[in-house]
Each structure stands twice: as C-alpha cells, then as structure tokens.
C-alpha cells in the first residue's frame, strides 16, 4: 500500500486548495503506468467507460488463450467458473451471490427486470429527470407495453436528501407497477436518497429497481442498508473490469420470475445460476474481473483509493471552476444537493452544450481538439462538464484542462452564441 488508511495524502496548497499527492505502484512508478492509456491524452472522464488495468487485461488475455487451446473443455466448464467469480464479485459488493446474477452491463440489468416484470397496479411507471436516457427509455416501453404510462418526478440539482425523496414519493401512487430510480445519476454526478424510497416502495408494495451502474468501487458497500427489489451495477466503470462486466441483485419474491434476455441451457436452473448459461459467449470480462478489483485493493486499498479519488475531483473542481469563473466572470461551482465521491460538476459557459447531443458533440471535439477525453452533460438546458477522478489521474490533469482547455471552451461558446 502507498499510504496507510488515515494518513494525510495532500502535499500541495495552491489558492484553490489542496491537491492530492499522486498515486504510485509499488514499484514508485506513477499509478498510470499500471494501465494503457494514450499518454497523449489527459483522461478525465472514468466515468462513462471506466478504464482497465494491465493486469486485468492480461488476465483476460489468459483466459482466452485457454479458452482458445480446448473450446470443448472450456465450455461445459464455463458455469462452474462463472459461478465462482460471482462468489468474489458479491464479496466485493457486500452482496449474498445467490442474490446476484451476471449481466452485461446496467443497461442489461435494466433490461432483464422490464423484459420480466408482469403487469403491476395502473401500468404507470416512475422515473426521475436524472435517469439514464437509455434506462429511462426502456421504461417508457415497457409502460407502453403495459398500457400506462411513464410520471417523471422533476428533482431539482440542488435537492437534498428529503426535497428529493418528496419529489420521488409524490408520483408514486395507485398506478404505480414500478419505481425506477438512479443511486448516482450520471449527466449530473450526485445521489439520490435511495435507502429511504426503498423503504417506502417497500411499505406500500411498489417494485423498486434501484441503477446503481456508477456504484461499485465508487461508493463502499453500495447494497448496504438499501431495500429494494432489483439493483443492477456495473463493474467495468469505477471498479475497472473489463468491458462487459455488471451485475443484477434481485432480492425479493419477484427475482425468481426473473430471466436472462437471452434463452438457454440454464433455463431451467433456479435464480441465479440461470444467467451462468447464455449459450456460446466469451465470458472472460466477468472471470476476469476479480483481477482488477484485486489489484486496486492490493496497492492502495480500496477505501484509500476512495479517498484520494474523493480528494483529486474535488481539487480538479476548484482549479477548473476557477478558470471558468475567471473566463465568464460567473461562479462556476455546481451544488448537487448530495455529491458522489469521485465525480464533480462545474458549470460550463452559456450556449455550450444545453442538450444531450449538444454535449456529445463537445465530448467528440474534445480529444483532437483539446487533448482530452472529457465528459460533457446537460441538464435542464444548462450545460455541464463532468469531471471524474480516478487513481491514475493526478492534479496535472485538471490543471491542465484549466490552462489550455477553458480559453478554447470560451472561443467555442462565443460561436455559438
Ligand atoms: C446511471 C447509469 N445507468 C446506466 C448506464 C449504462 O451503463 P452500460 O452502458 O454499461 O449499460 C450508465 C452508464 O453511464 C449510467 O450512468
């Protein structure tokens, strides 16, 4: 470990405070070394697509050399494989593995609780306006197909906890078949009161699904405390698991009702062993997947790397909002009423990305123009740029971003405006 749990980790004062002292491998080379990021880019967006280590790319490397050396025995193997990083992947989440089957990603947990669920109350389902688009768009689908419709309950930013579970709870009614609602929304980077809606849902008989996709690694024990029917989180954002790696928690009467989308051998296997079976895939991410959550432990222990990633956004925050405030002559700082670890908000300059695909596309100029990968996020017509930190970042990044990438974000909010 690189500094024991408690210790101070800042070394640097500078007028927007304190920065982080970066991160080494034990070796003492710096923390990025551990991973295969284009050095010629700053990468401050861990958030949407996560980032993963060298180890857990060669693990994965392995695996499919020894899938590709005996197909025929790596296959009717798979199950009992697959069965035992579950095992581990529920360990790490504080989760009971027969509660939890393995999925492709959020989007697909999501998925498997709309492909599933029967018909409940009206048909109405109730999502916030922080939902993941393509979540929420399912279960506008799903309501279709159910003969209700969608109640969207409007969370202001800055809502705190109780302002937020009032905004939730004031659409749940009579009609209500489903409940859909983030644990850390991702445009706008903060948490909703997820504990106390599950008790409520709960108490009146309303399904829960909780998105956790941001949760794991990010937030310690994210299942802890929390009530709730189905929960689905992905691996491969903060925990750094190859690509394809999440989870589905289901806990209540309903789970056994709950199939994978797609129909194979396992069938006929109860939950959760029924997912181990998708017919001929490559399930190396999920076996692999352990590596990476092994190695963050092993070299800095979770909750140390928690802290710095804590530490280094909010420093990234300040420098970047500091040059944003300098160059627009407005505050730049983001109130999000409760704030995730990890992850900051600043507000970006009038004009600029003040929609979804507005944002996009300054997220594509991004790397060729600006020498970074960065997210750009839009809520409420107001544009954002999201700022994610990771162990591998250091105080450079967003200093960087704040000397050589804030003058051009103001020539591009002068051309559109
Ligand atoms: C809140 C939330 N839900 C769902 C997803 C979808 O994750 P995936 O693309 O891994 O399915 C994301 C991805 O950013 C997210 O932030």
Redesign the pocket.
Known sequence: MFFAEGSPVSETETEVGTAPRPLSLDDGRPAARAWSLDPALRHLNH???GAVPLVAQERQRELRALMESAPVVWFPELPRRLAAARVELAAFLGADPGDLALV???????SVVYANLERRGGGEIVVTDH??G??TMGAERLARRWGGRVRTARVPLDAGADQAYEAVMAEVGEDTGLVVV??????TARRLPVERIGVEARRRGVPLLV????APGLIAAPLEGLTCDFW?G?L??WGCAP??T?VLVARGPLRDGLYPLIDSWGAADPYPDRFDQQGTVDATNHLAAPAALDFVDRTWGWPAARRYMDELAGYGARVVGAALAELTGADASVDVGMPVPGMRLVRLPDGLADSRVAADALRDRAPAELGVEAAFTSFGGVGYLRLSAHVYNTAEDYEYFAERCVPVLGEWARAVR
Request: charged share 15%; net charge neutral; glycine share 16%.
């Open positions: 958030g949407s697509f492709p990603n959020a989007s697909a947990g999501a939902g993941y393509a979540v983030d644990q850390i929304t991702s445009a998105d956790g996709a941001h689905t992905n491969h954002k690509r394809g999440a």
